[in-house]
């Protein structure tokens, strides 16, 4: 087994690989003005991320037979797939609509993907007794499927925004958008951070009450903030710049939400050197670049992927989570905090398609609320997982 999970990873690696050659020909496509140039590095572009996409299919079915389940049964499994799948809708969507900048957008939000689940344990571990049934990969998956669609609706909403807004003055709407994109920066910023500290090998063990007991909580980072009432045991380690709340008690909830604070701080770093050595807002220096772009194709690109997205999501996140729930134990809903969020997601989403449909909110407002779709499913994903405990806290 170990030399097929060897093989498993270095599938997961060579994938990551295509990925990142193939954003830098769809890059070219936006470079450069001759049309039988710009039709080269999309066909090489398309190509590798193909590649890439078979590749890291490749990874899936042997770390499958590898863990004898699907592996979409932790947060490292999941995301991947997750990345996975969002690479296959844009596939999808590049040969519907031929919009090369969408792969200049989607192919880095899958690499961040895929790169964030490299931070969470890789080892494959036995299934928890209430992940052993067939519901494992067909809510799972369904669900994932549904949201990386949805994602490509993100995608394209961001595209649009970036291309349409005046960047002129400052506005609310300039403000909000640098936001977005400061949030990705924090992404980039959580992955850099976790490297390099796990690198150092840099632990520090705090003892914390926790239920009325003494357990010891480990940091793999330095802590900016404390277990609450903890006290560091480790000599020469950081001590706390402030504790954390006293709601987050669980044992891992004050190490993940240090974890946040880390990814919120890097990411400002980063963002702010990108914009000193831009010497202006990111989208305003993106945006002469996709003038050239039709922007009712992109609003059309981002609807189509709420209308696919938002079914295979119903399906996934709600009516069969609710069906393996009543298997698993004994009730379709109980206010899990992923059970809420599933809830919020798509009821967010029902709202975007009753206003694009019966209010007639197109281009800009349409796009926003792709955004702030967007911004609920990575809310789930990341703040959902690493702070706040729950029954489907697996990882």
Known sequence: MGDLVTISSNLLYASFFFYLIATFFFGGTIRNEKTGNRGKASTIGISLTIAGFITQLGYFFTRWVASQHAPVSNLFEFTTFFGMMLVMAFIIIYFIYRLDVIGLFALPIALLIIAYASMFPREISPLVPSLKSHWLYIHV???????????????????????????????????????????????????????????????????????????NVEYEMPAIAGPNGGELQTEGAMQPVFEAPGWMRGQDAARKFNTLI????????????????????????????????????????????????????????IIFAMIWAQEAWNRFWGWDPKEVWALITWLFYAFFLHLRLSRGWHGTKSAWLAVGGFAIIMFNLIAVNLVIAGLHSYA
């Open 141 to 215: 998956t369904t669900a994932a499927v549904g949201e990386a669609i949805l994602a490509i609706s993100f995608v394209a909403g961001l595209i649009f925004l970036i291309r349409q807004i005046d960047q002129t003055k400052s506005s609310k709407h300039t403000f909000w958008l640098e936001f977005v994109i400061y949030s990705i920066f924090s992404t980039l910023g959580f992955i850099i951070m976790t490297t390099t500290f796990g690198a150092m090998d840099y632990q520090a063990q705090f003892q914390a009450p926790v239920e009325e007991q003494i357990v």
């Open 262 to 317: 880390w990814s919120l701080l890097s990411g400002l770093v980063l963002y702010g050197i990108v914009r000193l050595l831009l010497r202006k807002r990111v989208a305003a220096a993106l945006q002469p670049k996709l003038k050239k772009f039709n922007p009712d194709l992109i609003d059309e690109v981002s609807y189509r992927a709420v209308s696919i997205g938002f079914p295979v999501f119903t399906l996934g996140a």
